[in-house]
């Protein structure tokens, strides 16, 4: 009987040390995924806090709806539309020549490729996601220009057109691999339904699959512009540093994110305009691919809830 | 295309197996199988699970080319005189007079009209689209209950009427042959027995052959019966003969039901 409770006891003992330590183990999972949040709300106080310093300085309007940008000399303006552009004329060119090609190569490779292709293929391209953003930059300055000058002649040294090239190469990965997955995500069951009604490979791939995959390839190609609209070090190598008001891809353009970089590695004195002019180039950066995510987010959710 | 239909001599097996074994990879599933499809009738292929009756099934239609494991290891398959694993023969042709229904409803997710006319479409119908819906949705028995609603979401109609859909799909295309595999498996007793009514409508105009599990299915909706059993075919004949007195031991242990 004593034994009994002894035993009992134990247990009970056992029990406690064995919650404690699962307390402790979840507690510090926890922490973990809370730096994350914790960065992410620090950044977004930063942003917000330097570049009100700015807006007192500069008003809203005049920020946003300005079309000249010229932050370091007198007069100075600070009117953000150039950067926008260069940074939209740099990324959508890119997304223009990214999303066919990932596209077309997500369809070779889930529905045409023999399993031994894809099995290197895909990961080779995916190869291409690791590769450092400064010889993306390097490679356009010295290999993509070069090529354009020889095609069109009034190419500038530094231009957008380049630089959409190689960015184009650098979002190529995430447009294939996930338009891959929302394509091989389409349920055998309809691919074998066009199949059985004597439809080639060609007519299942377009008239079955990709409408089927459109949520998760749409979700796809904003994944990778947004990519393409934070893209630094490539950009700013191969684009230049000129704001341009301008839509010529063949001329130097500055973009938003180039903005950044030229202004954080010079030596402007910390809380002038012009340093702080960063910050709300950055907020509004910020906010064009948060929207990005949080809406292509919202088109992965509402395909798995289709497919469930 | 119907003239292959009338020109053929009404005699002859629409499909047939002779002698036919499939494998997958080395593991040999389906053994020396011979098969004769007469026209204008339903022959349900029964037999235990895992026996090869949808591995035998998916190569009247050449479905199992997209398996790249599998190999027909002997004899052919026939459509109408025509070898269909033949070098010079395109599957998309078989498909067109070979048609198919899945276990599982499998309508595209778009409109009931788009799920008709999509194949007839790509293989190019040339006729009126609106008549080949009603026409196809009448012989699938499903016209009133969808005729109102012919541009919503195939995939907002119930599992029988998915099923139907599919059904409907297969007739489109004016086919010759409509293979079944299970098609009733997914569905309540109500779905079935309208399923069963009309597949007895379809063999005035197409061959049906039915995989099923469900032995009085097989007995209500067959003319033909043949029973699989571990790759074989064990007995193969009208389907009054096999359940009333079959000739097999096996053949009449299964029809028992004294194994699965
Ligand atoms: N794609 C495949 N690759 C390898 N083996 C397979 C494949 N498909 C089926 N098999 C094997 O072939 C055998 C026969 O399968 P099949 O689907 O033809 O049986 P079945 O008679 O239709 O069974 P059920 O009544 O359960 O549908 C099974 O042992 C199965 O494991
Ligand atoms: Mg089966």
Redo the contacts between chains.
Sequence with gaps: MSNLRTANIEAKDARIKVRWIEFTIVRSLMICALISVVTTLAIVVILAKESSGFFQEVSIYSFLAGLEWNPLIEPRQFGVIPLVLGTLLVSVGACIIAIPIGLGTAIYLSEYA??KTRQWLKPTIELLAGVPSVVFGYFAVTSITPLLQSVFPSTEIFNAASAAIVLSFMVLPTITSLSDDALSAV?R????????????KR?VSL??LL??ATSGILAACILGFSRAIGETMAVALAAGSTPNLSLNPLQSAQTMTGYIVQVSMGDTPHGSVEYQSIFAVAALLFLMTFSLNVFSQSILKRLQK?YD | MSDLNQNSNANQSVLSALDVSLAYDQRTIVKNVTLNLDPNSITSLIGPSGCGKSTLLRTFNRMNDFIPAFRKTSGFIKYRNLDIYGDDVDPVFIRRRVGMVFQKPNPFPSSIAKNITWGPSINGFQGDFDELVEISLKRAALWDEVKDKLHSSGLALSGGQQQRLCIARAIAMDPDVILMDEPCSALDPASTAKIEELMSELKERYSILIVTHNMQQAARASDHTALMYHGELVEFGSTRQIFNSPKNKVTEDYIMGRFG
């Design positions: 023999s399993q349920p069951s309809l691919r074998e339904g066009g199949y059985a009604l004597a439809a080639t007519e008239g079955i409408p089927a289709s």
